[in-house]
T-cell receptor
Framework: DAKTTQPPSMDCAEGRAANLPCNHS???????VYWYRQIHSQGPQYIIH???NNETNEMASLIITEDRKSSTLILPHATLRDTAVYYC????????????FGTGTRLTVIP | DAGVIQSPRHEVTEMGQEVTLRCKPI?????LFWYRQTMMRGLELLIY????????DSGMPEDRFSAKMPNASFSTLKIQPSEPRDSAVYFC?????????????FGPGTRLTVL
């Protein structure tokens, strides 16, 4: 699975959009980009994933660049409950079930 | 759905004792994963099962660790004998594997302290 690079920490004002970047320059054609987050003392929580197209769900939007070498997770209106460590993970389809979590980005939402 | 259920939520034991962690995956999921999280090493995959069969146990640290999945609704992770360096939070996760991606759903974890 391709390696990812994320900033170690970010701050965001409550109510504003949080944009979390991820670099995955060695991603291959059949690898998906996944985002998980881990709120303190809880298990990781799936947020969203995508292959080539931008994706949106009730939690967030995922913007993947055309060359697929980087992506951005967008939380449109951050709340205090969004304070967590966010992990960007690249992995293949069936047959590569393990997730390598790395160190992630610690997002702090400030009141 | 109750989600992934893990027990116990907290376990404190003494070095040398046997520890058994339990997991009930989400009904209908066909893959189950055991992870360990520490401050030093982050979140690491220990082993995962597909259709109750162990597929990859390369993350199991040593022979003191063993995992079983006797049926689709239950799995155990056993440490015998336990050591202080095994202290960590152990997470169980389950998923339904499909070609379009298979998000994993994590349980609340078991916080293990070995004295």
């Amino acid at each position: 699975d391709a390696k990812t690079t994320q900033p170690p920490s970010m701050d965001c004002a409550e109510g504003r959009a949080a944009n979390l970047p991820c670099n995955h320059s060695t991603i291959s054609g059949n690898e998906y980009v996944y985002w998980y987050r881990q709120i303190h003392s809880q298990g990781p929580q799936y947020i969203i994933h995508g292959l080539k197209n931008n994706e949106t769900n009730e939690m967030a939007s995922l913007i993947i660049t055309e060359d697929r070498k980087s992506s951005t997770l967008i939380l449109p209106h951050a709340t205090l409950r969004d304070t967590a460590v966010y992990y960007c993970i690249v992995r293949g389809p069936l047959g590569a079930n393990n997730l390598f979590f790395g160190t992630g980005t610690r997002l702090t939402v400030i009141p | 759905d109750a989600g992934v259920i893990q027990s116990p939520r907290h376990e404190v034991t003494e070095m040398g004792q046997e520890v058994t962690l339990r997991c009930k995956p989400i009904s209908g999921h066909n893959s189950l994963f055991w992870y360990r999280q520490t401050m030093m090493r982050g979140l690491e995959l220990l082993i995962y099962f597909n259709n109750n069969v162990p597929i990859d146990d390369s993350g199991m640290p040593e022979d003191r660790f063993s995992a079983k999945m006797p049926n689709a609704s239950f799995s155990t992770l056993k440490i015998q004998p336990s050591e202080p360096r095994d202290s960590a939070v152990y997470f169980c996760a389950s998923s339904f594997s499909r070609a379009a991606g298979n998000e994993q759903f994590f349980g609340p974890g078991t916080r293990l302290t070995v004295l």
